[in-house]
């Protein structure tokens, strides 16, 4: 990575926001293409700080503050940006831990790994009732719905989001968690299922590009 | 009934203790809190030594969570505050700690108690798989496999897939019915075995507070069993699991929960991770009112506990707690390998011998085959679990050591592919509830092996 992005890459390892923006703002206003910002430096960075988290060279809180740091930094240069420059979301995502289901680290896991991968993340929390999701998925014009279940009881709720959701194209629901399998993701009528925070955003990858 | 006072005492802290957003508890008080401490008591864990055989960095272990959770306390999701103990309250608070329980009934009954490190008392087994998922026509003769084995001293149920072929739905009639499904069904199977009186953990078919309540009475979970609720990671509450706690004081209930940190998540990696299980269990106790405190730590991408990045964090934190308190600890053993497969027996072998040379009360399981995988998981390997917590008791930790890292040689390659095995069926007779030949000869020929590397299983 060229010099001049030093600081910057040193702010976003560290979580520093502060100095992640202006770091992004002094470059863009020394001439630096903002764009370029992003293709050159963050979104190299992000990839390789998920390549590092998928290998556990570094955790879910170094991931969680890389990502909040360019969440700052695209909110802060939004202004130098051209409105068709503005796009540098992947793809909407509404993630959530299904009814009855208090488990959020796996999600948590997830979530931060899609963030870092460029996603636009919704993150609608635990114990959320199927009429909740589907309704905020609208809203947020959704790419697609990552749902968390960890307890076999809770998987029936799965299954009711993907019978609401059908008939909607646009929509996709993919699901992992302890007692799914590919097998029973097929059976309910998903789109996909992800092993793990991992799988999941190989999956993410391979729905939004087809 | 008992502990009514300090119920009521944490209903108000969850009433009246500051309230906070829960992604900031997540940052400031968990993550930020576990960074504090492990560089102010220097903890710094082996990356390679699995059994932990410095007494001193036990004890910063258990000083560090102690002034960890003194500073973090447990958030109420619920109420959306932080239930907090001084660092005086906690230390009051565990002297007063069980160090012994009975369970079970009659000549079934089995004592608990605390251990100490190379204690040569043999820990307890809970033989069971753990809310594995297994078809109906399997539940018995599966748990039969289990309860069978001399070596077992207490179960738990695997879990339906369905109740009477329905989904399992939480909090609606289907999981009240699953709940009570399992209790009938556990009871037939240790009738059948001739251990009626054998305790049981319950109920892990449900997971709602009614779900679980209402099997746990007369004609169900019975007082002598083990009445067992899981919090949330990391370090949450909620009135749902406070409503079970209250229903299992009500019934003065033998009360056993857990908490399974995950690795690599909020607590970071093996430094923060021994701070975080052994703060985790000692706000099971303090918290939670636990006669006996569980945990399962998780790996987050192959969900097992069997990798070093898991066995060295957790025998240090119970080594911590064997050292500096009394309370009775119990360890889940996770592995990723299956029926049918030498890697579940040498993973069996590297928990068992670390788990019971660091102090640890109880082991459960083997949750075989990451406890995921329906109907993979078989009572042999609950046999050769319960030899080998017989035959560590015999050893120092310099040995359980050298023991451990020739175990771990075996599987270590394994732990990415994850051999899941077979399929109960598949790997047991159903008429005899016998292992198949090819399983036995696997058992035998690691069981030789192990021998071989000074095991004694005489």
Redesign the interface.
């Known amino acids: 990575m060229p010099s001049q992005y030093d600081t910057l890459e040193k702010a976003i390892l560290s979580g520093d926001q502060e100095s992640g923006i202006a770091e992004a703002v002094k470059l863009i206003e020394g001439g630096q293409d903002p764009v370029l910002l992003f293709t050159d430096c963050i979104e190299p960075l992000l990839d390789d700080i998920g390549e590092k988290?998928?290998r556990?060279e570094i955790?879910?809180?170094e991931m969680?503050n890389a990502s909040k740091v360019v969440k700052g930094i695209h909110g802060a240069v939004k202004p130098y940006l051209k409105n068709e420059e503005d796009a540098a979301s992947k793809g909407k995502i509404i993630i959530a831990t299904v009814?009855?289901?208090?488990?959020?680290?796996?999600k948590?896991?997830v979530k931060a790994m899609l963030e870092v991968n460029g996603y636009d993340v919704q993150d609608l929390g635990?114990d959320v009732p199927t009429q909740a999701i589907v309704k905020q998925a609208k809203e947020f014009d959704a790419d697609i719905i990552a749902l968390s279940a960890l307890?076999?009881?809770?998987?029936?709720?799965v299954?009711d989001v993907v019978e609401y959701m059908e008939g909607n194209q646009k929509v996709k629901v993919i699901v992992g968690g302890?007692?799914v399998?590919p097998e029973w993701a097929e059976e309910a009528g998903t789109d996909g299922y992800g092993n793990?925070?991992?799988d999941a955003v190989a999956l993410v990858k391979d729905i939004l590009s087809s | 009934m008992k502990h009514t006072t300090r119920l009521l005492d944490i209903v108000e802290r969850s009433l009246r203790g500051p309230l906070m957003d829960e992604e900031d508890f997540n940052d400031q008080h968990v993550t930020q809190g576990l960074a504090r401490v492990v560089k102010e008591f220097d903890i710094k864990v082996s990356q390679d030594q699995i059994v932990n055989q410095d007494d001193a960095l036990a004890d910063r272990v258990w000083e560090a969570a102690v002034d960890f959770l003194s500073e973090c306390g447990v958030y109420c999701q619920t109420t959306n505050r932080v239930i907090e103990f001084s660092k005086k309250e906690i230390i009051d608070i565990l002297r007063y700690a069980p160090d012994t329980v009975i369970v079970g009934q009659g000549t079934d009954a089995v004592q608990e108690y605390a251990r100490k490190i190379d204690d040569p008392r043999r820990p307890l087994l809970m033989g069971s798989s753990i809310g594995t998922p297994i078809e109906d026509e399997y539940f018995i003769p599966s748990m039969i496999s289990y309860i069978q084995e001399p070596e077992v001293d207490v179960t738990m149920a695997p879990t339906l897939t369905n109740i009477y072929g329905y989904d399992i739905r939480t909090r609606s009639p289907l999981e009240i019915l699953s709940s009570w499904r399992e209790v009938e069904l556990t009871l037939e199977a240790m009738r059948r075995a001739g251990r009626p009186g054998m305790a049981f953990t319950g109920i892990g078919s449900s997971i709602s507070d009614v779900g679980q309540l209402s099997a746990d009475g007369p004609g169900g979970l019975r007082q002598t069993d083990l009445h067992t609720f899981g919090i949330v990671s990391e370090l949450k509450t909620s009135y749902e699991i406070l409503n079970k706690l209250t229903h299992i004081l009500q019934r003065d209930g033998v009360v056993d929960p857990y908490a399974n940190p995950i690795y690599g998540g909020l607590g970071g990696g093996m430094d923060g991770q021994a701070v975080l299980i052994t703060a985790a269990m000692i706000a099971l106790n303090v918290v939670f009112m636990a006669t006996c405190v569980g945990t399962s730590p998780t790996h987050p991408f192959n969900f097992n506990d069997t990798g070093k990045e898991l066995l060295i964090p957790s025998g240090l934190s119970f080594q911590a707690i064997a050292r500096n308190s009394k309370l009775m600890s119990n360890l889940t053993n996770t592995p990723v390998g299956g029926p049918g497969t030498k890697t579940l027996l040498y993973e069996c072998i590297a928990l068992t011998v670390m788990m019971t040379v660091s102090g640890g009360s109880r082991i459960l399981g083997p949750r075989s085959a990451t406890g995921s995988i329906t109907g993979h998981f078989s009572g042999l390997e609950a046999r050769f679990t319960g030899e080998l917590l017989t035959a560590a008791a015999k050893l120092d930790r310099a040995k359980a050591e050298e023991i451990v890292q020739k175990a771990y040689a075996k599987y270590e390659a394994d732990l990415t592919t994850q051999p899941y095995g077979k399929h109960f069926k598949d790997v047991y007779d159903l008429k005899t509830v016998q292992p198949t030949k090819e399983w036995q000869t696997m058992y035998d020929e690691v069981k030789n092996e192990a021998a071989g590397w000074g095991l004694s299983f005489d």
Do not use: E, T, Y
Request: proline fraction near 12%; charged fraction near 10%; avoid cysteine.
């Open positions: 988290f998928s556990l955790f879910l809180p969680v009814s009855g289901d208090l488990h959020d680290i796996g948590n896991i635990v307890m076999l009881p809770s998987l029936p709720f299954k302890g007692p399998s793990n925070a991992i």
